[in-house]
């Protein structure tokens, strides 16, 4: 069939590079079409003038949190009411999940794609011209007269070397202070924590486990993103970089072994994510020697019964033992955590406090938390909905506790900690970033001591002080004493926490050394 080349643009929520949309565009352009890549803002405006400039034929939404769902529906509506005729497409996790609600909200789309998206995209666009051919494309939803239609799967790709390298035209690293890229070197994970969507998204893909890269293919792509592109810092973005047994371990030393071949470590450092029962000496030792200078880990609980729930198959001692070999390693690392799961107890939130002041007590790492969210696609929420837990539709689905006095408990948290724990610029944020920028040690951009040891000095009150308040409120709500939110003790614990965190936040902005910092950009 002879192919129109096709101009696209793809719109996304991009604070690190949005490695979604740089695939789909690097496919696109592989076929030969034109693409342009937006980061998604809540004013439509902007993209409105370059649509009118540009005429694109399709345009690309992705959607991958579900939370932004509201902010999507506003800015699609806007344009259709503007006149813009291009096809819309939505891909991402929230889409793939839930296309009948998502059409629901936003019936301007055209088509959904779901899951893996480079080759059902190249698909509709190449189709565009025949909506009876393109509505036949498996892997994707659209909708016919008001009904859903779900077209039969697409199975994913077995080998992902064969995707080109995500398209980072319009990315100039050398302008940023810390001139960071994200690359994906596998794709899935074999675990299934319960909170979890990885597992489900792929496995809609017909795929199972994890799909890796080959080490040289993707070493490739960050000696280009080093040599080329001048990046100093490379975030791995995937799921869980040393999953997969044995084999999966051996693979990551061989990316460890094909950076030191070429040296590239004397020009860059990198960050992973991974679980805490992966922290191995001798495995990250060759790691910590081709430049790996930081891990984000999944510890999420620190209470046995709550990582039962969460499905983790860990034990608080595992993390604990992690946290020591980093430690000695000299790696800095941050981590997820939740305080609450939807069957805590009082005992548990307990159990979780405790741990958080043994793994944090040194301010090595920032202690903060949340608690878990039913995201769709993942076995709590289907759990909380058989339970009949799950009140209003996915989108905004809230669930209380088995017990009031954690709900009590939990409110509490988000009255003292509001500003400390949750949010873009919560203090916990800037601290981690903080630790990361005083941590960093790489050529050009040596360690100081004295701002290293300051900035563990301050993490240290700070998680101090919130395990503190913490620990009292479990007391009083545990007693009797305190039944209410209004309780003057509570309130006046609150007040304190925020007192406190006001004074740790004046004493942070203190050391911020302007135009340096790496956690403006890492750690929103
Ligand atoms: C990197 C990352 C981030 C980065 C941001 C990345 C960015 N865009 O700037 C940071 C660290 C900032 C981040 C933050 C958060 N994240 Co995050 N993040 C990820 C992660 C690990 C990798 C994303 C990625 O690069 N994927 C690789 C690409 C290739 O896959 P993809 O994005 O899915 O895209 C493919 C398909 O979905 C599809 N597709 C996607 N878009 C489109 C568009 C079109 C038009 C088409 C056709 C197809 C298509 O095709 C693509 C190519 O195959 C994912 C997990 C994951 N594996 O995806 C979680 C994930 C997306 N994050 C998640 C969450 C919950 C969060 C936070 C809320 C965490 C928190 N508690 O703060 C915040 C929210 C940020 C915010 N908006 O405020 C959840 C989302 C769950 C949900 N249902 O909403 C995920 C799925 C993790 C998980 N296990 O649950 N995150
Ligand atoms: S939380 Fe991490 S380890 Fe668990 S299933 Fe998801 S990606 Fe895998």
Redesign the pocket.
């Known amino acids: 069939m002879n192919v129109r080349s096709r101009r696209v643009l793809?719109v996304?929520?991009?604070?690190?590079?949005?490695?979604?949309?740089?695939?789909?565009s690097s496919r696109l352009l592989q076929q030969g079409h034109h693409t342009r890549i937006v980061a998604f803002g809540d004013d439509p405006g902007p993209l409105l003038r370059l649509i009118q400039t540009e005429h694109p034929d399709v345009i690309?939404?992705?959607?991958?949190?579900?939370?932004?769902v509201p902010q999507f529906a506003r800015m699609i509506r806007a344009l259709r009411d503007a006149g813009v005729h291009a096809h819309f497409?939505?891909?991402?996790?929230?889409?793939?999940?839930e296309p009948e609600e998502l059409l629901r909200h936003i019936p301007e789309l055209d088509s959904i794609?779901r899951?893996?998206?480079?080759d059902?995209?190249i698909e509709?666009v190449e189709h565009l011209d025949h909506p009876s051919l393109w509505k036949q494309v498996p892997g994707i939803a659209w909708l016919d007269q008001g009904q859903t239609v779900l077209n039969p799967p697409r199975q994913g790709r077995t080998h992902i070397d064969d995707f080109p390298e995500?398209d980072r035209r319009d990315i100039d690293y050398r302008r940023q202070d810390l001139p960071t890229a994200?690359v994906?070197a596998s794709?899935?994970?074999p675990w299934k924590c319960s909170?979890?969507?990885?597992i489900t998204?792929y496995e809609a893909n017909g795929t199972t486990g994890r799909r890796r890269r080959t080490p040289v293919n993707v070493v490739d792509e960050v000696e280009y993103l080093v040599r080329e592109r001048g990046v100093k810092l490379i975030?791995f973005?995937?799921?869980d970089f040393l999953a997969g047994g044995t084999e999966a371990k051996a693979w990551a030393k061989a990316v460890a072994g094909e950076i030191v071949h070429r040296k590239l470590e004397e020009e860059m450092r990198w960050k992973i994510?991974c679980r805490s029962d992966e922290i191995r000496a001798d495995l990250l030792a060759p790691l910590v020697a081709a430049g790996l200078c930081h891990v984000y880990m999944g510890v999420e609980g620190g209470d046995d019964a709550s990582l039962t729930a969460l499905n983790k198959h860990l034990k608080p001692a595992v993390h604990l033992h992690a946290g020591k070999i980093l430690r000695e390693l000299n790696v800095s690392f941050d981590f997820?955590f939740m305080l609450l799961e939807p069957w805590s107890t009082l005992q548990t939130a307990r159990n979780n406090m405790e741990f958080l002041r043994l793994f944090t007590e040194d301010g090595w790492a920032v202690a903060g938390f949340?608690r878990t969210?039913p995201?769709?696609?993942?076995p709590i929420e289907r759990r909380l909905r058989e339970e009949r837990r799950l009140n209003g539709s996915s989108l905004e689905a809230e669930y209380r506790f088995l017990d009031t006095r954690v709900d009590l408990l939990w409110d509490f948290c988000l009255m003292a900690f509001e500003g400390r724990n949750f949010g873009?610029h919560a203090t916990w944020n800037v601290l981690r970033g903080l630790l990361f920028d005083t941590h960093l040690d790489m050529p050009g951009r040596r360690r100081d001591p004295d701002r290293d040891a300051a900035a563990r000095a301050l993490v240290q009150a700070s998680n101090g002080v919130m395990l503190d308040v913490l620990e009292s409120a479990i007391e009083l709500i545990e007693s009797g004493e305190a039944q209410t939110l209004e309780h003057h003790e509570l309130v006046n614990l609150a007040r304190f926490a925020r007192t406190e965190d006001q004074s740790i936040r004046r004493q942070l902005m203190a050391m911020e050394r302007t135009g340096e910092s790496a956690y403006e950009l890492l750690f929103?």
Do not use: K
């Not at 996304?12 to 789909?24: A, P, V």
């Not at 497409?89 to 999940?97: D, R």
């Not at 995201?375 to 993942?378: A, D, L, P, Q, R």
């Open positions: 793809l996304g929520y991009e604070d690190q590079d949005n490695l979604g949309i740089r695939y789909l690309g939404f992705s959607l991958i949190f579900q939370y932004m497409t939505i891909g991402g996790h929230y889409a793939s999940f794609v899951f893996e998206g480079e059902t995209l509709i995500p994200s994906l794709r899935g994970c909170f979890c969507s990885i998204f975030l973005q995937d799921d994510a997820g949340c969210l995201y769709v696609g993942t873009t929103r």
